[in-house]
């Protein structure tokens, strides 16, 4: 049985504390559907810097490169990040950096709402209709982010201007487009593109591929939205979407707006996929929050977005539908029989207990 090799890099804040009970969940997993896991652990972010000088040291990205997926927690911590220069900061040098190399240019974001979280949702029950389930596919490597020039000028006499160039080609635009119809394809069959069509010529030349790319896809509904709207119809009727498919600043936005509907970042999982070849698709899993450095260390972070991170990372890079869906049933079990971490839980429920980040760990582990 061929070892499968995953690099896990905590990074800062949470990171460790997540990381560390994703994979308890996953050593459950190995043992219950018989797969074999090599997982290395290395440093990376504020954790880089500290150990090696750099966010992204040379042997964090050589793991990276010798391993079959990468399993990430989050970097970045705001009382250190101002104390070096810009393009050495971890988000920059360490994340950006490591979509790039690998060409991650597809994520992933499933946004579901448990009818058990029902109460953690910040809309009113009438507008969760039936059940909140949407995937949010973003554009990755190109756009805002990524486009250059990118500078900040010193115009004389006090003035600045910052400058960020926002750049798509059409090649960049089909392999989006290509992800977000297949999966719309397995899902119920609509798709929502979002652009500023009305305002960017990114956005005209965005709304003309994907309308192309579509007619491929005639059993896939297509509809476009501006990203105003989409915004706007997230809040007021979120069961109306089922993939919306985004560019890279627009898909930040509102996959995180999203989140929310899910009752807490701490419950959004991400996967960040590079092209498949010979049948292997490299991806980058991670949750799709932050470092929280406020509660790192104290056992209060939810740890599931994280191990439903690994999910995704057995079904999109190894194939092993049933052990992804055998984890993502052990997060089902366990929120139905109460356990809430502090971002979910409330004292209005009758069968709900408060637990830290091991204790949820220990029954989603458990539950598997």
Sequence with gaps: MKQLKIAALAGDGIGPEVMREAIKVLRAAEKKFSFQLGITEA????????????????????????????LFGSVGLPDRDPTIPKAERPERAALLRIRKEFGLFANLRPVTLPKALAHACPLAKERQGNGIDILVVRELTGGMYFGQPKQTEDLGGGVQRAIDTMVYTTPEIERIAQVAFQAARLRRKKLTSIDKA????????????????????????????????????????PTQF????????????????????????GMLPSASLGATTGGNTFGFYEPAGG??????????????????????????????????????????????????????????????????????????????
């Design 43 to 70: 440093p990376v972010g504020w954790a880089g810097i500290d150990a090696a000088g750099q966010a992204l040291p040379a042997a964090t990205l050589a793991l990276c490169k010798q391993s079959d997926a990468i």
């Design 242 to 265: 089922d993939v919306m498919l985004c560019e890279n600043m627009f898909g930040d936005i509102l996959s995180d707006e999203a989140a929310a509907l899910g009752g807490s970042l």
């Design 291 to 368: 470092t929280a450095p406020d509660i790192a260390g104290k056992n209060l972070a939810n740890p599931i977005a994280q191990i439903l991170s690994t999910a995704l990372m057995l079904r999109y890079s190894f194939q092993l539908n049933d052990a992804a869906a055998g984890i993502e049933r052990a997060v089902g079990r366990t929120i139905d029989a109460g356990c809430r971490t502090g971002d979910i839980f409330s004292p209005n429920e009758p069968n709900a207990r408060k637990v830290g980040t091991r204790e949820m760990g220990d029954a989603i582990a458990a539950a598997v």
């Design 198 to 237: 009305n305002v960017l010529e990114n956005g005209i030349l965005w709304r003309e591929v994907v309308t192309r790319i579509g007619k491929a896809y005639p059993d896939v509904t297509l509809e476009h939205m501006f990203v105003d709207n989409g915004a706007m119809q997230l809040m007021l009727r």
